[in-house]
C-alpha cells in the first residue's frame, strides 16, 4: 500500500490531538480512505479473524466485554476500542494496528454496516437488537431491517452469525443464512408480559400478523410467536438463564452453551448488560477462548465511557448513563428502579447530528415509572426546554425542576442540592455524555475518552 | 364535570414520533382548566363509532404499519366523515395527513387509499423531506408561529375545499414546493410537523380544545390562561435552533 497516503493519515491523528480538536480516532482513517478508497480492503486482509459486532443499543458494550475475554486469552488484536464506529473509526483502528495482531474486534454503527461488510469481510457477525433510534439519521426501522437482510443475503457461507433470537426481526434475518447461531435469554423474573408503549418489532417478519409475547425484556425483545403462521422464536444454543440484577453493583447468571455452562458475574448493572454478557460469552465461545478467560474477562469489565461510568468530583459521586433513544432510556430507568430510595438526577438532552435533530423521541421513553424516586431533577443541554416540557405534561411539578443552560452550572447545581457524598445519576443523549465528560474533566474528575483503550 | 372524549386511532401502529405527547398536552391543558377526558384506543378491526367522541387523534407511523392501517380505515371511512360532518375535531399527524386525504402513490407507483376528510392528495417523492419546520399559522383570522419536526418522503397538494395550517418559515412542508403546510377543512387539521406538535405549540392545543368542548358542550368555551411560560421558552429555542428569527 502507498507509504505516503498511510503516513499522512497518521500524522494527522497526531496533528489532531497536538492542536485539541480530538482524539483523532476519526481523522486519519477518514484522510486515508479518501487518498485510497480500498484501503479498508487491503487493512482487513491482513486480519486471520474479524468479529464485527452491530447494534442499536450494546455495541460499544459487548465489544468491549469480547476485546477485554481475549486480552485475558493473550491473543492480541485491534479494535475500535473508542466508539468511533463509522468506516473512517474503523480505518484509523486499522491503520494504527501492529503488524503482530491478527484479530480484529470491531464495533459497527448499525446504519453503515451494510456498506462495511462487503469491505471488511468478517468470520464472525455478531447481530444484537434493532431499536427505533434518530429516525432523521436512520430512517425508519423497517428501512434498516430491508438492508440488513440484503446484506445478509449476500454474506459468503463461511461467515459465522451469531444472532439475538429474542428480537423477532434479527431471529427472521438470521433464519436465511445456514452459518447461524442464537442466542436468548431464559424466561426470568425480570421479564414482564405486557409491551411497552416504545416497542418495534410487533408484527411478523414473514406474513405481518401480529406477535404474541409470553415475555418481553426490553422493548421487543423476548418470547415471541406469530399469532397466523406459528414463526416463533428459534432455540437459542447460547441461553443466559438464573439472572440476578443487583441494582447497579452489577448483574450474574448463568450462561450455557452445548458446551458448557458457567457462571457469569459482571459489575455492570441491568438486563440489558446480562444481554450485553451472553452475547460477548457467545462471540468468545465461537472463537474457542476458553471457559475460565471469558469468566474473568466479563467479571473485572469497567463500563464503557458513558456508560454506567462512576466519576468522582467534589465527593459527589456522578454515575453516567448514556440514554441516547427510548429503548436504551426505558432500560436505564428501569435499572435505577433496582435501588432502594431516591435518587438525584440530572437529564441532558442535545440535538446535534449525532444525538438526532429530532427530539421528538423523549416523549417515547417511560419517565413516569421514576418520578416519584427522584429526589432533585436538573435539566440540561440545548434542548432542556423540550425535556422540562416531557416531565411539565407527566405532572412533575414545574417548582422541582431546575434547567441548568451549561455544563458548569449543572455541576455547581448538584453541588448545592446534593451537599457532600451524595450520589447522582446522569442520563445524557451521545454528544451531551461528551460534553459532560469534558466539563468534567476541566475541572480534573476524568480522563480523555481516547486515551482509553 | 364536562368530559370530552378522545379518540387515538391504532396507537400500537403509529407511534414513531413521540405522539403520545400530543395526547398528553391535550389531558393535561384541559385537567389544569377544570375538565376530564377520557381516552379510547381504537385498532385494528375495532369499531369507530362516530358519536362517541370529540376529538380524534392518527398519529405517524413506519411504512408497513401505515399500510396496515390504510385498509382498515378504510372499513371506518363512512364513519368518519359522519363524524367530520358533524364537527368532530380531528388531529391527524405526518402518516395521519397522507391517511386522511384522497390517498398516496408509493415510489413504484402503487396506491394507498385514504379517507378523504381532507381534500388533499398524496405522492412519493425521490428523496425524504427532512429538518426543523417553522411556520406562521393561521387559525379562525389569529396567527401564530409554530415549531416542530418533519420527515416524510410524501408530497401532499391540497385540493380547493382544504386550506392550509400554514405558510413555511423553514423547511419544507407539505411538497417543499408552495411553502404550505398542514391542511384545514372545519375541524379536521392535518399536519407533517411532530416534535410532537402540541407541547411546543400551546395556541394550536389550545385551538383544537376549545373546538372540543364546543363540539361537547354546543357552546364555543373561554379557555382559563394558563402559565405558558416553560411552552414559550422551548418555542423560542427550537425557533431559533431552526435559525429562523422571532
New interface residues.
Given amino acids: 500500500m502507498s507509504n505516503i497516503a498511510l503516513s499522512l493519515a497518521k500524522a494527522a491523528g497526531w496533528i489532531s490531538r497536538a492542536l485539541g480538536f480530538g482524539g483523532g480516532t476519526t481523522i486519519p482513517g477518514m484522510i486515508l480512505l479518501k487518498l485510497r478508497p480500498r484501503a479498508l480492503q487491503e487493512m482487513a486482509q491482513e486480519l486471520e479473524e474479524i468479529i464485527i459486532i452491530s447494534a442499536t443499543n450494546g455495541k460499544t458494550t459487548t465489544a468491549r466485554m469480547v476485546s477485554h475475554a481475549a486480552h485475558e486469552s493473550e491473543i492480541s488484536f485491534v479494535a475500535n476500542t473508542s466508539g468511533a464506529n463509522l468506516s473512517s473509526g474503523i480505518a484509523t483502528a486499522l491503520l494504527q494496528r501492529n503488524p503482530d495482531e491478527r484479530f480484529g474486534i470491531f464495533e459497527i454503527d448499525e446504519a453503515a454496516l451494510p456498506d462495511l461488510i462487503p469491505q471488511i469481510r468478517p468470520t464472525v457477525l455478531v447481530l444484537m437488537n434493532l431499536f427505533r433510534d434518530q429516525l432523521d439519521r436512520y430512517g425508519e426501522l423497517e428501512t434498516t431491517i430491508q438492508k440488513w437482510k440484503e446484506m445478509i443475503e449476500s454474506l459468503p457461507e463461511t461467515t459465522k452469525l451469531i444472532i439475538n433470537a429474542d428480537d423477532p426481526a434479527l431471529a427472521y434475518l438470521g433464519s436465511l443464512h445456514q452459518n447461524v447461531e442464537f442466542l436468548g435469554l431464559e424466561l426470568t423474573d425480570y421479564g414482564s408480559e405486557t409491551i411497552p408503549h416504545a416497542a418495534d418489532s410487533l408484527h411478523c417478519q414473514k406474513c405481518d400478523s401480529p406477535l404474541n409475547f409470553k415475555q418481553v425484556t426490553i422493548g421487543h425483545l423476548g418470547h415471541w410467536e406469530c399469532q397466523n403462521c406459528g414463526f416463533r422464536r428459534p432455540n437459542p444454543s447460547f441461553t443466559g438463564d438464573k439472572i440476578n440484577l443487583k441494582g447497579l453493583n452489577g448483574s450474574e447468571f448463568i450462561a450455557a452453551s452445548k458446551k458448557d455452562s458457567l457462571e457469569i458475574q459482571i459489575p455492570l448493572a441491568g438486563i440489558h448488560n446480562v444481554y450485553n454478557a451472553l452475547t460477548a460469552y457467545a462471540t468468545c465461545s465461537t472463537i474457542d477462548i476458553s471457559t475460565t478467560k471469558i469468566q474473568k474477562g466479563l467479571s473485572t469489565i469497567s463500563a464503557a465511557f458513558g456508560r454506567n461510568e462512576i466519576i468522582n468530583f467534589d465527593g459527589i459521586e456522578l454515575m453516567i448513563m448514556l440514554a441516547k433513544n427510548p429503548a436504551g432510556a426505558n432500560q436505564n430507568l428501569k435499572t435505577l428502579l433496582l435501588e432502594e430510595g431516591n435518587m438525584h438526577l440530572a437529564i441532558l438532552l442535545n440535538d446535534r447530528t449525532a444525538d438526532g435533530k429530532d427530539v421528538s423521541w423523549i416523549w417515547d421513553v417511560d419517565y413516569e415509572m421514576i418520578l416519584d424516586r427522584i429526589s432533585s431533577l436538573t435539566i440540561s443541554g440545548d434542548r432542556a426546554y423540550d425535556l422540562a416540557l416531557r416531565f411539565h405534561y407527566s405532572g412533575f411539578p414545574a417548582t422541582s425542576m431546575h434547567v441548568a443552560p451549561s455544563i458548569q452550572e449543572l455541576l455547581e447545581h448538584l453541588k448545592s442540592t446534593i451537599k457532600t457524598d451524595g450520589r447522582a445519576i446522569a442520563l445524557p443523549t451521545y454528544t451531551s455524555m461528551l460534553d459532560l465528560r469534558a466539563g468534567l474533566n476541566k475541572i480534573g474528575a476524568t480522563h480523555s475518552f481516547w486515551e482509553e483503550k | 364535570m364536562t368530559e370530552i372524549r378522545i379518540c387515538h386511532l391504532y396507537p400500537?401502529e403509529m407511534?414513531?414520533?413521540?405522539?403520545?405527547?400530543n395526547i398528553?398536552?391535550i389531558q393535561?391543558r384541559l385537567e389544569w382548566r377544570g375538565y376530564s377526558s377520557s381516552i379510547t384506543p381504537i385498532s385494528t378491526g375495532d369499531d369507530f363509532t362516530p358519536t362517541n367522541f370529540d376529538l380524534c387523534y392518527l398519529g405517524g407511523g413506519?411504512?408497513?404499519?401505515q399500510m396496515?392501517v390504510a385498509y382498515d380505515l378504510q372499513k371506518k371511512s363512512a364513519a368518519l366523515h359522519s363524524a367530520a360532518k358533524d364537527g368532530m375535531v380531528f388531529l391527524w399527524v405526518c402518516g395521519g395527513i397522507q391517511l386522511a386525504g384522497a390517498g398516496y402513490t408509493d415510489s413504484e407507483g402503487r396506491r394507498i387509499p385514504g379517507v378523504g376528510i381532507l381534500d388533499l392528495d398524496t405522492s412519493a417523492g425521490k428523496n425524504?423531506l427532512?429538518?426543523?419546520l417553522v411556520l406562521e399559522a393561521e387559525l379562525n383570522g389569529d396567527t401564530c408561529k409554530v415549531v416542530g419536526?418533519e420527515?416524510h418522503a410524501g408530497r401532499t397538494f391540497l385540493g380547493p375545499d382544504a386550506t392550509p395550517l400554514g405558510s413555511v418559515l423553514k423547511g419544507h412542508g407539505n411538497n417543499g414546493i408552495d411553502r404550505t403546510e398542514g391542511a384545514v377543512q372545519r375541524r379536521a387539521i392535518g399536519t407533517y410537523m411532530?416534535?410532537?406538535i402540541l407541547?411546543?405549540n400551546p395556541w394550536l392545543a389550545d385551538k383544537l380544545l376549545s373546538w372540543a368542548i364546543e363540539h361537547k358542550t354546543g357552546k364555543m368555551p373561554t379557555l382559563t390562561p394558563l402559565d405558558n411560560s416553560?411552552?414559550n421558552?422551548?418555542q423560542q429555542?427550537?425557533i431559533t435552533?431552526a435559525g429562523v428569527k422571532r
Fill in positions: 400500537k407511534n414513531i414520533y413521540g405522539d403520545r405527547g398528553a398536552v393535561k413506519q411504512d408497513r404499519d396496515i425524504r427532512i429538518g426543523d419536526y420527515n411532530h416534535g410532537p407541547p411546543k416553560l411552552e421558552l422551548a429555542v427550537a435552533r
